[in-house]
């Protein structure tokens, strides 16, 4: 299927968001779709999927106009959208999810184990293996991403729409998803892939689109260009190093101490470590490795034990109002459902952790929020205005609202699990140097991440985490990929 989309215009309001986009999707290719946050890849993939009309512009599909007015009628043309954003229904079951909407009837009845049937031939060939009855919203976020992948090979697809589809999937899921996209391409499926991820896209790309403020500025085959016109073309100058210097001496002091942590929801046991004033402390390990429910025990999230000691005084954290009270900041992976109150507006969401500070006699002091919210918004490069509905953003600069938002709650120690996730290059420079300059003024970060590169390039030591049990600790002159794979599935590293 050849698709062309010529000429797209598009405002939500007085927000213009499209300003005459041309894209090409040819028959049997990947086509990378780049480009910072909020520069309109996802309406423009949402046009095309018929999740949003165009206001100008034409689609032309095989030689003849289209417009498709809602999902299920893109979906029935072949044009499957997996959203960067999980469709998922967490209440229902993994088998459940699969099928809603398309299920298998047997004299009127649900058949279930036609239904199985299918589910486990495709998740043998995503080489995934989970329980089909068990309950979506207990799955991790890597799990659910790999359950929007199969929904999609399910259908009868002509085109796949892949918006940050390796976000939160673990290096061999990756191995295993580009196989498959790449079975895909062979078999005639035409893929746009959207991604920030530079790798990505040089390994596994035909051609390649970049969008800048709501225009088409880049249109090239993959092998034709390079890093630096990408990242050039993206935000419209040259960056300098990725990653800040952090060769500063670490402080000795530490500020916080936790001893044996347990959580009952996840086999997590015995996680003893220490963070010092200053420092930032990665962990790594593969999915399920347990290093969110670390996070999520310490912070009184999840059930658990802990023994937890603040600048050598033990405390008590059973809920997170009481990690809050006690200095803890908590940037959770999954912004969406966690991190934000999407039908609240950018400066409601972003002074919340902080409303204490913004109050007088029981009053909102007004001025003082948006005066916060307006230095945040320049300080984060939000592209949006404050009294924004946060649910409307593009997903990169609802992260930017979760994370500036606990930056203005002034926290001692501030927990970052994902920080960059589906964030463009641009932006992850900017909050990189971010998270050094608090740093520099006294701030101790603990980072989770699967990116291997965000992992080396920002860390002081890296903790690393494997079936539920702390592997070993790197200090910084032996953090690199090697060793903490090493630990991460369970080897032992040479003296």
């Not at 046009?47 to 009628?73: F, M, T, W």
């Not at 697809?157 to 589809?165: A, G, Q």
């Not at 945040?376 to 592209?383: E, F, G, H, P, Q």
Request: overall charge negative.
């Amino acid at each position: 299927m050849m698709i062309e989309m010529k000429n797209i215009h598009k405002a939500f309001g007085a927000n213009k968001v499209l300003l005459g986009v041309d894209f090409e999707l040819k028959d049997s290719t990947v086509h990378a779709l780049m480009g910072e946050n909020g520069a309109g890849k996802s309406t423009l993939m949402k046009i095309l999927s018929g999740v949003h009309a165009y206001d100008q512009g034409g689609i032309v599909r095989d030689g003849e106009e289209v417009n498709y007015s809602n999902l299920k009628e893109a979906e029935k043309a072949g044009i499957v959208f997996i959203h960067q954003e999980l469709n998922i229904w967490p209440e229902l079951t993994v088998l459940e999810n699969l099928f809603i909407g398309n299920e298998h009837t047997k004299f009127g009845l649900l058949d279930n184990r036609l239904m199985s049937r299918k589910a486990e031939a495709v998740f043998e060939r995503l080489k995934f293996n989970i329980n089909l009855n068990r309950r979506a919203g207990d799955c991790s976020v890597g799990q659910q991403q790999m359950i929007e992948i199969a929904k999609a090979l399910m259908m009868d697809t002509k085109v796949l729409i892949m918006d940050e589809p390796t976000a939160a999937l673990t290096d061999t899921e990756i191995e295993v998803l580009f196989d498959i996209i790449d079975d895909l391409r062979k078999s005639g499926v035409s893929i746009v892939y959207i991604s920030h991820r530079m790798e990505e896209i040089s390994r596994i790309s035909d051609e390649i689109t970049v969008l800048r403020d709501g225009r088409s500025v880049l249109y090239k085959e993959t092998a034709e260009t390079n890093y630096n016109e990408i990242v050039r073309s993206m935000v419209g100058r040259d960056l300098d190093d990725q990653f800040p210097d952090r060769s500063h001496d670490l402080s000795d002091e530490v500020v916080l101490s936790v001893k044996r942590l347990e959580n009952k929801k996840h086999p997590v046991k015995d996680v003893s470590f220490e963070l010092r004033k200053g420092e930032i402390l990665g962990f790594a390990g593969l999915m399920g490795a347990g290093r969110t429910e670390v996070m999520r025990t310490l912070f009184g999230v999840d059930p658990g034990s802990k023994e937890v000691e603040l600048n050598g005084r033990q405390v008590k954290i059973d809920k997170p109002s009481d990690a809050i009270g006690h200095g803890f900041g908590f940037i959770t992976e999954n912004r969406k459902s966690e991190g934000l109150i999407l039908d609240f507006s950018l400066v409601d969401n972003m002074t919340m952790p902080s409303m204490e500070s913004f109050s007088k006699g029981g009053f909102m002091k007004r001025k003082d929020e948006n005066d916060f919210s307006d230095l945040m918004i320049k300080r984060m490069n939000i592209k949006s205005e404050k009294k924004s509905i946060v649910g409307e953003l593009s997903g990169g600069n609802q992260q930017k609202v979760v994370i500036g938002k606990w930056i203005g709650s002034q926290p001692e120690i501030l927990i970052l699990d994902e920080p960059t996730r589906g964030i463009d290059v641009g932006a992850k420079r900017e909050i990189y140097y971010l998270i050094n300059e608090l740093t520099e003024r006294g701030m101790s970060i603990i980072l989770i991440s699967s990116e291997m590169p965000e992992v080396i390039g920002l860390s002081d030591r890296v903790a690393v985490m494997q079936e539920g049990r702390l592997r070993g600790i790197l200090d910084k002159g032996k953090i690199n990929q090697e060793n903490i794979m090493t630990l991460a599935t369970g080897g032992k590293l040479d003296e």
